[in-house]
């Protein structure tokens, strides 16, 4: 996670220009792995807003 974006084939020297087959498996990934750690971001502040709240009942 937190690859910079280049164009196509604008790669540092002595790198092979990647293909948009590559380019396009390589951002469904990325766009997975967001997916994930947007789901655990989200889990985790509910635990914590509900832990926080002043309402609840502590037994």
């Known amino acids: 996670?937190?690859?910079?974006?280049?164009?196509c084939g604008t790669g540092s020297v002595g790198t092979k220009p990647t293909t948009k087959k590559q380019e396009l498996a390589a951002l469904r990934k990325e766009n997975a792995d967001l997916r994930?750690?947007?789901e655990i971001l989200k889990a985790a502040s509910a635990f914590f807003?509900?832990?926080?709240?002043?309402?609840?009942?502590?037994?």
């Open 36 to 38: 994930r750690s947007c």
């Open 1 to 7: 996670m937190g690859s910079a974006r280049r164009p």
């Open 49 to 59: 807003a509900e832990e926080l709240d002043p309402t609840r009942r502590r037994y």
